[in-house]
């Protein structure tokens, strides 16, 4: 059996009054593509935060490769530098090149030299089909390049694991594929991934794994076959068949 | 034309040596106000909570009351009897806060400048996309190395336009200061004044004088903003 590189017990949290989270369970093997599915406000974005600890968890244990990211004295920079994240509006660094955004972490961080960072930027820019916008800033790139520089600065850390909020949701829909391209491939590079999506072709075709959430638990858990065709709770089946109305099938 | 070049020769030994201090009093001030008012504006965005109210009670204070008072305070105030009576007590030296009028010209407009520049500098922190340092920690970088990396070089180049009002706010405020009898362009144009008394002559010509400084610090600070921009920084002015 795999060792999970994610393990989350018993996971509370809570903004004031309201509970966003109510108790999940949830353990992520090496190599598995996880997507996470349900409606906006039910948590799935603050579950992803809490593993890095974005967001401090109320209550409940996390452990990400075999360290407590939730034991008090943590490294958390230790920590965060092992899990990559892409988010839905991109967040790169707005005053630095696609290059220098994707050499920050490995020069800052992990105090990489200069001329290595540079190399491995540049390595990861071929790797999201951008090397020949390296000298151009955040705003010279369309969304959709955004998001790809964006994903070469995670995978610059050399994370155990990606975690992905909904990466194409602030995309123009034809700029949705060339995002879609590149994780599609890093997951067929065994990457473990996390991704809450509202992307079904994506989640059909590329993740072992689907995760129904609503009201701060999940709901229903299963495999894109088991979840798409054989739903067992009544709010899957209408969750689905809603978003397979407002999305599509294809990703 | 011949009187005119006349005047101009009379006047430009005392005029000139006025605009050299005014000058020197404006770079020196808002070198001052930086040294001041860039570490408040990050005491009061970044800061701890005793932090936040001590940079808060300094801008407060100081953008609260005149200017006037403020350089009455620290030429006169400072030299009282009693507080050199107090200093002298704690072991430092005799007259130690009683200072030259240019000293205290200078301490005062910096004091001054600092409690606006904090202001300035806190509104570019502030309006940095709260995305940037999230994308930051997430990253593994700490908190202080967000804000030197990422955050500062942004808030910097936001910071440069209005920053460039206070240069021009600052050459025209330094003239305040010939109320201590500091001789600058002012001090030295109200001395040709009441020797001469031409002042319909003399205030033109020294509202010129500062007029052509304002313009070419105007100029040549949107030159600084243009070499620094990078597409896509800025603050969007929405224009309804």
Excluded at chain 1, 168 to 184: F, Q, R, W, Y
Aim: with cysteine; hydrophobic share 45%.
């Amino acid at each position: 059996m795999t060792k999970p590189i994610i393990r989350i017990k018993g996971l509370h949290k809570s903004y004031g009054e309201l509970e966003v989270i109510k108790g999940i369970d949830l353990e992520v093997v090496k190599g598995e593509v996880l997507v996470i599915i349900g409606p906006s406000g039910t948590g799935k974005s603050t579950l992803l935060r809490c593993i890095n600890l974005l967001s401090s968890p109320d209550k409940g244990q996390i452990w990400v490769d075999g360290d407590e990211v939730t034991a008090p004295h943590t490294d958390i920079n230790k920590i965060r530098a092992k899990v990559g994240m892409v988010f839905q509006d991109f967040n790169l660094f707005t005053h630095m090149t696609a290059l220098d955004n994707v050499m920050i972490g490995p020069s800052k961080v992990k105090g990489m030299s200069k001329e290595e960072a540079r190399e491995l930027a540049l390595f990861e820019l071929e790797r999201v089909g951008l090397v020949e916008k390296a000298d151009a800033y955040p705003g010279q790139l369309s969304g959709g390049q955004k998001q790809r520089v964006a994903i070469a600065r995670a995978l610059a850390m050399s994370p155990k694991v990606m975690l992905f909020d909904e990466p194409t949701s602030a995309l123009d829909p034809e700029l949705i594929g060339e995002v879609l391209e590149v994780m599609k491939k890093l997951a067929r590079e065994h990457m473990t991934m996390l991704v809450v999506t509202h992307e079904m072709g994506f989640a059909k075709e590329v993740s072992n794994r689907i995760l129904f959430m609503e009201d701060g638990n999940i709901i229903e858990e299963g495999t894109p076959q088991q979840l798409f065709y054989n739903p067992r709770e009544q709010r899957t089946k209408e969750f689905l068949g809603k978003i397979t109305e407002l999305y599509g099938e294809e990703g | 034309m011949a009187e005119l070049a006349k005047f101009w020769e009379m006047i430009w030994p005392e005029l000139g040596r006025g605009l050299v201090v005014t000058l020197r009093l404006s770079a020196g001030s808002l070198l001052i106000g930086l040294l001041i008012g860039f570490p408040i504006a990050l005491m009061r965005v970044y800061g701890t909570r005793w932090m936040k109210a001590l940079a808060t009670g300094y801008v407060d204070a100081v953008r609260g009351t005149p200017l006037l008072v403020q350089l009455f305070f620290i030429y006169y105030g400072l030299a009282d009897p009693t507080i050199n009576q107090l200093l002298v007590n704690l072991g430092l030296p005799e007259g130690f806060l009683v200072l030259e009028k240019i000293t205290a010209a200078y301490l005062a407009l910096g004091c001054n400048s600092g409690a606006y520049q904090a202001e300035y500098f806190r509104g570019a922190l502030q309006a940095i996309d709260a995305g940037q340092m999230i994308a930051a920690r997430a990253l593994g970088l700490n908190r202080l190395q967000a804000i030197r990396y990422i955050i500062i070089p942004q808030a910097l180049r936001l910071v440069i336009a209005p920053w460039s009002n206070e240069v021009a706010y600052m050459v025209k405020y330094t003239s305040v200061v010939y109320i201590i009898a500091v001789q600058d362009l002012f001090g030295e144009t109200r001395r040709i004044m009441s020797a001469h008394y031409n002042q319909m002559t003399m205030l033109p010509f020294v509202g010129m004088i500062y007029l052509v400084i304002v313009l070419l610090i105007t100029w040549g600070m949107g030159r600084v903003e243009k070499q620094f921009h990078i597409p896509g920084l800025q603050i969007d002015v929405e224009r309804v």
